[in-house]
């Protein structure tokens, strides 16, 4: 994993305590513990994802769209390849890869399992809060990319 920082602000103390963040979060994600990864979040936070036309918004509504994606692609798991800190905000790089072999709750409706891998960069950029927990967080990924590998062209 590589890390840099960035700006003003970011001290050793709090960038080691960001890159943390981000480990100790992935290690629940590749855990498959929805309410571990989920648990890094404020109560109010607030997520900007792609696939949604709104932002996911509350701890309760992250939970429920990570744990869609832990039913449907048992072996997901991403790696961590870039993490980059400034002040209160993280950013982080990662692949990240998966089946489908179960169904995927989508905005538009449920996907049934289509036994297709998925294999996708993905990026979020976070800002936490005085508490430490991720308050706001934007993620990209190519989202055409994904639907094309679980052959939703």
């Known amino acids: 994993m590589t890390t840099s920082t960035e700006g003003t602000g970011a001290d050793a103390a709090g960038r080691t305590s960001l890159e943390q963040l981000v480990r100790d979060q992935l290690s629940a994600f590749n855990s498959h513990d929805a309410t571990g990864f989920t648990a890094f979040y404020a109560d109010d936070a607030v997520v900007v994802d792609p696939q949604y036309p709104e932002p996911l918004r509350g701890r309760a509504a992250i ?32 692949d990240v890869t998966g089946t489908q072999t179960g169904p995927l709750a989508l905005p538009d409706g449920e996907l049934p399992a289509t036994g297709r891998r998925i294999d996708q960069k993905f990026a979020s950029f976070s800002r936490v809060d005085a508490q430490g927990r991720i308050a706001e967080e934007h993620r990209y990924y190519d989202l055409a990319a994904i639907q094309a590998q679980l052959g939703q062209e």
């Open 63 to 94: 939970e429920e769209d990570v744990a869609a994606f832990f039913t449907a692609m048992p072996d997901l798991r991403a790696t961590v390849t870039n993490v980059l800190t400034a002040g209160e905000s993280v950013a982080a790089e990662m």
